[in-house]
């Protein structure tokens, strides 16, 4: 899997004019192979529980682009998108056969959003999937182009749309991406298929993974480039599934700062869904950080 910088990817400006990002992608034509290494320093636990990051092993996102990090004083002095009374609700909108395929994940990142965001999450009534979109010489489907289909769809009160497929996605100049998605619209598309495996729990983590990030792209928030979080980038898959799933202490206050969410709260929601799904290390994780 290969990100590009901005958030998760790659800032473009299509012919409509909407900042896009391009998001969660993959192998671009030549660049960018993830390789090992042992140079990297080990990471170090601060003294709250969170992981600082050390220097990047080669082939890593970090190596790859340079991003700045994104201060808590810098996301809250922009403009961003945020929570309010017209704009405070997550949708997921199941494309083509994704609403039967993708059932109960559809229901899991439904939960997963109103815990994690503290938002009102729906998933709402599939859609035929775009055919337009379908680049047939390579059997994917545009992510630009659905981007701009499903801006027109956007309910008024949405501040994350998100459109969930089983097809496979591509992007100009990439080989195939996991989604992308447009600030401006406050949309995205995601497709799950080259998440899926037969480890179904890693299947969950991965899919509300990509919920967490990519709606905290939507949301705003760049790539963490200082902690061990979910909103760091990623070159590969391999190096995606290596991420936690809780924010770190930054991008935690940049997201109660959004939503209004208090922080024990937030835990306490969190919580019972890590259980239930079996997600031991995050449920151990977010137990600590209640005192349990």
């Known amino acids: 899997m290969v990100h590009r910088p901005a958030s998760n990817v790659h800032m473009k400006t299509p012919k409509k004019k909407s900042l896009v990002l391009i998001l969660a992608c993959g192998v671009t034509a030549g660049l960018l192979t993830f390789l090992q290494s042992t140079s990297a320093s080990p990471l ?26 994104q201060s808590y004083e810098k996301y809250t002095g922009g403009g961003v998108n945020r929570k309010s009374e017209k704009r405070s609700t997550f949708y997921l909108q199941p494309l ?31 859609i035929p999937m775009y055919e337009e979109a379908l680049e047939k010489k390579r059997s994917q489907y545009d992510a630009t182009m659905i981007i701009h289909l499903l801006a027109d769809r956007i309910p008024e009160d949405a501040l994350v749309y998100i459109g969930i497929t089983e097809k496979d996605l591509y992007s100009e100049g990439l080989n195939f991406v996991f989604g992308e998605a447009s600030l401006n619209w406050r949309c995205g598309v995601y497709s799950l298929v080259r998440y899926q495996t037969k480890d179904e729990t890693l299947f969950a983590r991965r899919s509300l993974n990509l ?82």
Not at 47 to 52: A, H, L, R, S, V
Not at 255 to 274: A, Q
């Open 96 to 126: 083509g056969g994704a609403g039967k395929t993708y059932k109960e994940t559809l229901d899991r990142m439904r939960e997963y959003a109103e815990a994690f965001f503290g938002v009102t999450a729906k998933i709402l009534e599939p």
């Open 211 to 292: 919920l967490a990030h990519e709606s905290g792209h939507i949301l705003s928030i760049e790539h963490c480039v200082t902690y061990a979080c979910v909103m760091q980038g990623a070159n590969s898959l391999r190096e995606d599934d290596g991420h936690p799933m809780h924010l770190c202490p930054i991008d935690l206050k940049k997201v109660l700062w959004n939503t209004g969410m208090n922080r024990e709260d937030r835990y306490k929601k969190l919580l019972p869904l890590y259980e239930k799904w079996g997600l031991k290390p995050e449920a151990a994780w977010v137990s600590k950080r209640l005192g349990k």
């Open 44 to 69: 170090q636990e601060d003294e709250e529980g969170f992981t600082k990051l050390g220097p990047p092993k080669r082939g890593e996102w970090r190596d790859s682009f340079k991003e700045p990090s």
